[in-house]
């Protein structure tokens, strides 16, 4: 049996779940940016790798992905001003979920991109590639997986706390 008291605190945590850890903003900068930036130098290793190796397909790939990283960086940082203008916004996180749209499932499209930028960080950890970063790409990398899983720490322990 709950108590008075148990229900508003409730409705409070839920509101702050919804109005904080789900807000556009806080996916973008947490989960969407992050994995732009997993992209953006997964795609500069295949082109740096294709040349060295002289293969114009791997080098031709890295461009595409970087192409993509860029998109979704910008899909990403539109969604924030939108967000904080108070607007809805017209696009997805990214361009996977934004064609996603045409069949009315932006969401299993970002699920997706979720498993694809998951791949892309396996791919890159196991291959070893990891290592060809510069010494500035590593930190952006480190950076990019500290504020993700950083973020989804936090959230998993403030709700595990309202429990």
């Known amino acids: 049996m709950k108590m008075k008291g148990q229900t508003i605190q409730s409705v409070q945590t839920q509101e702050i779940e919804e ?3 789900q807000t556009p903003t806080f996916q973008a900068l947490t989960i969407g940016v992050p994995f732009c930036v997993f992209k953006l130098l997964f795609g500069l290793l ?3 790798i294709g040349g060295e190796q002289g293969s114009h397909l791997l080098e031709f790939f ?5 192409v993509w990283a860029f ?4 899909m990403n940082l539109a969604r924030v001003v939108f967000h904080l203008a108070g607007r809805a916004s ?3 996180y990214c361009t996977v979920a934004q064609a996603g749209q045409l069949i009315r499932r932006p969401g299993l499209f970002l699920a997706v991109d979720t498993f694809i930028s998951f791949s892309i960080i396996c791919l890159v950890l196991w291959s070893g590639w990891i290592a060809r970063l510069s010494r500035e790409e590593s930190y952006i990398w480190y950076a ?4 993700n899983l950083i973020s989804i720490s936090i959230v998993n322990i403030w709700l595990e706390l309202r429990r």
């Open 46 to 48: 295949c082109v740096r």
């Open 71 to 74: 998109a979704d960086l910008l």
């Open 62 to 66: 890295g461009w595409l992905v970087i």
């Open 90 to 92: 017209p696009i997805e």
């Open 19 to 21: 109005s904080f850890f």
């Open 144 to 147: 990019a997986t500290t504020l």
